[in-house]
């Protein structure tokens, strides 16, 4: 039964992966842009403007 599990997962490991991880992206994004606006910060001009500054 194990070495089905471990034989599963070596010949699925990109896709089991690859799902985690948009998994965890779709967790810790939101907050994260939820932050971002409400304390009112426009973000993409805000680089913008800091790459245009150079």
Do not use: W
């Not at 089991?16 to 304390?39: G, H, K, S």
């Amino acid at each position: 039964m194990l070495q089905n599990a471990i034989q599963f997962y070596n010949e699925h490991r990109t896709v089991i992966i690859t799902t985690i991880a948009i998994i965890a992206l779709c967790t810790i994004y939101p907050p994260v842009f939820r932050t971002i606006y409400e304390t009112g910060r426009d973000f993409g001009s805000s680089v913008v403007r800091a790459l245009l500054a150079k």
